[in-house]
Nanobody
Framework: QVQLVESGGGLVQAGGSLRLSCAPPGRTLTFTSSAAMGWFRQAAGKEREFVASITWSSGRPYYADSVKGRFTISRDNAVYLQMNSLKPEDTAVYYC?????????????????WGQGTQVTVSA
């Protein structure tokens, strides 16, 4: 079964940067069955929320308003989330997920495969 593994999380000061990666362990990512890949995050005590997504064929990105201009999603053989100008409110567990094309890239329910998440903590 295909799995997704996120990496690159950690502790950073406000204003700093982190780069998250997502790929199946041990091999490059192939998404012939995927319409898009996305990043979501979940802060303690809150619901999981959409962060960014990228369509696999064209590379078109989509972003939540809260991260526009600060985060950049990209893909080659993996999926990446470059996070700049981080704020304490960006603190959360970040998950990557696969959208097989069954729904909107913004909707949690449209994603059918999830990683275990990586913790991002931004200190003030």
């Amino acid at each position: 079964q295909v799995q997704l593994v996120e990496s690159g999380g950690g502790l950073v000061q406000a204003g700093g940067s982190l780069r998250l990666s997502c790929a199946p362990p041990g091999r490059t990512l192939t998404f012939t069955s995927s319409a898009a890949m996305g990043w979501f995050r979940q802060a303690a005590g809150k619901e999981r929320e959409f962060v960014a997504s990228i369509t696999w064929s064209s590379g078109r990105p989509y972003y939540a308003d809260s991260v526009k201009g600060r985060f950049t999603i990209s893909r080659d053989n993996a999926v990446y989330l470059q996070m700049n100008s981080l704020k304490p409110e960006d603190t959360a567990v970040y998950y990557c997920a696969r959208n097989p094309g069954t729904g909107s890239v913004y909707r949690f329910s449209a994603y059918d495969l999830w990683g275990q998440g990586t913790q991002v903590t931004v200190s003030a």
